[in-house]
C-alpha cells in the first residue's frame, strides 16, 4: 500500500542551523510528493511539491528533491529561522476508487528554532 | 477571500453527545475532504466527496457521518460521540483541475470528548 515514514521529532536546531528531515515513502506508481508546514494554532499550508523523480520544489528557502532511486524526499533549509518553528508532514498524492486522489501524510516533525 | 473555514474551532462533549461540524469554502472547489489528526498519526482521511451531492468513506469512517447538500459546505457528524474520537479535525478542499495541486486546509476544529 501507500505510506509515509518521517523522522521523529522533536527537532531542537539554534537559529541559522542546517535542518534535514528525512522523509521516505512507499507507493505504487510515481506519486506526486508535498511538504506541509502547520504552525502553531493553524491549518496545513502546502510548503512545496514535486510531481515526478528528479524534480526539486523550493519556497522559502527550503528545498527537497523526488528520488526515485531511495524513494525519499527528505525536506532542507541552509538557514533556520525562528520563525520557521512548526509542525512538518511529508505527504504523497495516492489514489481513490473513481479516479479521484487523496493525500495520505507521515506522522509529522515538530521543529523548534532558538535564538 | 475565506478560503476554508470550519466551525466551531472548539468543541467539549461527553460520551453519546451527538454534533455537526461545518466546513465551508467560497472558492468555488469540486473536492471536499475531512481529516482527523492524532498525536504520532499524521492526517488520516474521514471522508471525502468530489461534488455536491456525493459522499464517500475514507480511512476511519465509523462513526461519522457527512453530508454535501451544497457544493460550498462539508458537513462532519457525530451521533454519539465516544473518547475515542477526540482530535483535530480538519477539513480540506480543492480543484478538480490539476490533479495533485491547491489543497486548502481549515484552521481545525480541536474536539475533547469526556
Known amino acids: 500500500g501507500n505510506s509515509v515514514t518521517q523522522m521523529e521529532g522533536p527537532v531542537t536546531l539554534s537559529e541559522e542551523a542546517f535542518l534535514t528531515i528525512n522523509c521516505t515513502y512507499t507507493a505504487t506508481g510515481y506519486p506526486s510528493l508535498f511538504w506541509y508546514v502547520q504552525y502553531p494554532g493553524e491549518g496545513l499550508q502546502l510548503l512545496l511539491k514535486?510531481?515526478?523523480?528528479?524534480d526539486k520544489g523550493s519556497n522559502k528557502g527550503f528545498e527537497a528533491t523526488y528520488r526515485k532511486e531511495t524513494t525519499s524526499f527528505h525536506l532542507e533549509k541552509g538557514s533556520v529561522q525562528v520563525s520557521d518553528s512548526a509542525v512538518y508532514f511529508c505527504a504523497l498524492s495516492a489514489p481513490l476508487e473513481g479516479g479521484y486522489n487523496k493525500l495520505i501524510f507521515g506522522a509529522g516533525t515538530r521543529l523548534a528554532v532558538h535564538p | 477571500n475565506a478560503g476554508v473555514t470550519q466551525t466551531p474551532k472548539f468543541r467539549v462533549l461527553k460520551t453519546g453527545q451527538s454534533m455537526t461540524l461545518l466546513c465551508a469554502q467560497d472558492m468555488n472547489h469540486e473536492y471536499m475532504y475531512w481529516y482527523r489528526q492524532d498525536p504520532g498519526m499524521g492526517l488520516r482521511l474521514i471522508h471525502y466527496?468530489?461534488?455536491?451531492?456525493?459522499?464517500a468513506k475514507g480511512e476511519v469512517p465509523d462513526g461519522y457521518n457527512v453530508s454535501r447538500l451544497k457544493k460550498q459546505n462539508f458537513l462532519l457528524g457525530l451521533e454519539s460521540a465516544a473518547p475515542s474520537q477526540t482530535s483535530v479535525y480538519f477539513c480540506?478542499?480543492?480543484?478538480?483541475?490539476?490533479?495533485?495541486?491547491?489543497?486548502?486546509f481549515g484552521s481545525g476544529t480541536r474536539l475533547t470528548v469526556v
Open positions: 514535486a510531481t515526478k523523480a528528479d
Open positions: 480540506a478542499s480543492r480543484v478538480r483541475q490539476g490533479g495533485d495541486y491547491g489543497y486548502t
Open positions: 466527496s468530489v461534488g455536491e451531492g456525493t459522499t
